[in-house]
């Protein structure tokens, strides 16, 4: 049985064996010299630290290929531009591994609110430049003698692929400035206050994106239901003075585990990094609590792949599925 699925780092001595086969043997890296398992180690860390996805394609237990996408340009105008990798072991080409891959990478770049996603290929490598061709992306220049390598002057082409984008386009950071964002989260004081009388018009003006309708209950539902639900702590996520997400969270009364019954950041703000500072923040405060159980427990659509990507960047491990249709994961709190 074949899969795509996110990356852990059991996987990393297959990624880099597959990384390092590339810089040898090819001109898909523009680099001279392997890179070792600490190196790689390191480079998944930050990709978990910046909420980008790290994939394999997995098939009879064996990694046979790895996609990801990252920063374009470090300038913060960059943030809906990114640039995508595609690796394939060499036993394993010629069997759409490389295909099954970038679709996906296309899927959650546009999930994720991008709008142009780009690939430098080396001008040799016709393979490559093809399977880019026959999924929809458009060559936009080459840079000529960009790279020197195995004795010879190499050709930089790109290829960009055009996205929907996002619906409110804003000129704050992004992916092209992560540590603005995601990094600089105290500093720009992402933070969490109760829903009050003050603030619960603010709560249901909050909207997700088109297509995640059906991911979540509203906000003004959630409101009401929290009303019936002893102990549970209704929350703004704020950015400095702005609300920009809810989550709601207490104990179950079925199980007596602390549960995460939801958790939302609005559409203009997702895809920067914020969501995951946010959780964080989240388990932190329920981490505090003095009854804190030894697991915080979360349900959510199978088919919803950001937050499958956000809750397993932030700790959860998913459990299965419940009789009545969510994902199950688990958090095990530290100590």
Known sequence: ???????????????????????????????????????????????????????????????????????????????????????????????????RLLREIIRIAADGGYKTLVAGIDESNRGSITLHEKLGFTYAGTIRNAGYKFNNWLNLCFYQYELPGPDQPVERGGIGEKESIAERGVSMNIHLQSITAENWKECIALEVGPGQEDFIASNVYSLAEAQFLDGFQCKGIYWDERMIGFAMYGIDPDDGNYWIYRFMVDASFQGQGLGKRALQLVLDEIGSQPDRTEHCLLGYDPNNEAARRLYASAGFVETGIAPWGEMMAKYDFPG
């Not at 890179?35 to 930050?46: A, G, I, P, V």
């Open 1 to 99: 049985m074949s899969r795509i699925r996110e990356a852990t780092e059991q996987d990393l001595p297959s990624i880099l064996d597959i990384y390092n086969d590339a810089i040898i043997h090819s001109t898909a890296v523009y680099s001279y010299e392997p890179h070792s398992l600490e190196q790689r180690m390191e480079w998944f860390r930050q990709k978990r630290q910046d909420n980008l996805p790290v994939l394999v394609y997995e098939a009879d237990n064996r990694v046979m290929g790895f996609a990801t996408f990252g920063p374009f340009r470090a300038w913060p105008a960059y943030q809906y531009t990114i640039e995508h990798s595609v690796y394939v072991d060499n036993e394993c080409r010629h069997f759409g591994i490389g295909s």
